[in-house]
């Protein structure tokens, strides 16, 4: 099956520093990409669809600039949690679209980021 | 490892009728089950989350149980209607976050 990649696994950073994280779909190109994010006790919840050479479109509640996401290529793209602050701290998990099939979605294994 | 599993994989059913997803899982140290649904080309749309210590969690016509202990949880669907076709999956969060394959649903008018 489809492989999708996650980089860092856990990243521990101060408060105002940036983060990026890294979403790579290994064997298929994906157009599009998904990112998510899980604070503890609630629900998985979408972020934001990535779309290679486009802009990524952002759920409500979530704000663009301090979330950037950039899909420059078929198999990456990169979220980055700038200035990150403490109630950043989150489960963030990136999905990406096969296009194969019935549009089949493959999950990375998430980064889990602790900002302190 | 953690695993999950979903049956059945596909199921189609005429429209009104109540349905079951069920979703198994190997590990039963888990945080949370959820259940989403995920409409063709789209990102997961969260239905129910069941929190570790919860037996099941209702919204609408969507009604989820959970039982860690046999590592097992469903997702009732009552009075299926066509807008309720999609694919779902369960995911539990544990030291990992896993999902499930998914079942693909379709309410045929």
């Known amino acids: 099956g489809a492989v999708v990649s996650q980089h860092p696994s856990r990243v521990i950073c101060k408060s105002g520093t940036s983060v990026k994280i890294e979403c790579r779909s290994l064997d298929f190109q994906a157009t599009t990409m998904f990112w998510y994010r899980q604070f503890p006790k609630q629900s998985l919840m979408l972020m934001a669809t990535?779309?290679?050479?486009?802009?990524?479109?952002?759920e409500q509640g979530v704000e663009k600039d301090k979330f950037l996401i950039n899909h420059a290529s078929l198999t990456l793209s990169t979220l980055t949690v700038t200035s990150a602050h403490p109630e950043d701290s989150s489960f963030y998990i990136c999905?990406?679209?096969?296009?194969?099939?019935?549009?089949?979605?493959?999950f990375g294994p998430g980064t889990r980021l602790t900002v302190l | 490892k953690q695993e999950v599993t979903q049956i059945p994989a596909a199921l189609s059913v005429p429209e009104g009728e109540n349905l079951v997803l069920n979703c198994s899982f190997t590990d039963s140290a888990i945080y949370n089950l959820q259940w989403f649904r995920q409409d063709p080309g789209k990102g997961l749309t969260s239905l129910l989350l069941?929190?570790?210590?919860?037996r099941e969690q209702t919204s609408g016509r969507l009604n989820a149980s959970l039982d860690k202990s046999s590592g097992r949880s469903t997702l009732y669907i009552a009075a299926s209607q066509p807008g309720d076709s999609a694919t779902y999956l369960c995911?539990?969060?544990?030291?990992?976050?896993?999902f499930g394959p998914g079942t693909r649903l379709s309410v045929l008018p």
């Open positions: 990535s779309n290679e050479g486009s802009k990524a479109t952002y």
């Open positions: 995911a539990v969060s544990g030291e990992n976050f896993v």
């Open positions: 069941i929190q570790s210590s919860q």
């Open positions: 999905s990406a679209l096969s296009g194969r099939g019935y549009n089949e979605q493959f």
